[in-house]
């Protein structure tokens, strides 16, 4: 009587199974640790974006040629 009362052990799982579970566990991961990459340069990029565009060589080389252009003796 005493095997009534025993609970049954739990079968051993499958060592595919388990190592499918480990690759898709390790997919996820890249998965989150890319996404968070990309929401942090997105933020870099609204801190510094401004300053960067209004910095930028070819803005200051266009404002450069303007006044080049409307200065001077109109030649």
């Keep these: 009587m005493s095997g009534l009362f025993k609970t049954p052990k739990a ?7 388990i190592a499918a579970q480990e690759r898709a566990e390790a997919r996820a ?5 890319e996404l968070q990459e990309q929401i942090a340069a997105r ?8 300053l960067r ?3 930028s060589p070819s803005r200051v080389q266009s404002q ?3 006044r080049q252009t409307t ?3 109109g030649g």
């Excluded at 933020?43 to 401004?50: A, E, L, N």
């Design 29 to 33: 991961e890249a998965a989150e640790r």
């Design 71 to 73: 200065l001077g003796a």
């Design 64 to 66: 450069i040629e303007q």
């Design 53 to 55: 565009l209004l910095l």
């Design 11 to 17: 079968p051993k799982q499958d060592p595919k199974l």
């Design 43 to 50: 933020k870099r990029s609204r801190r510094t974006g401004g």
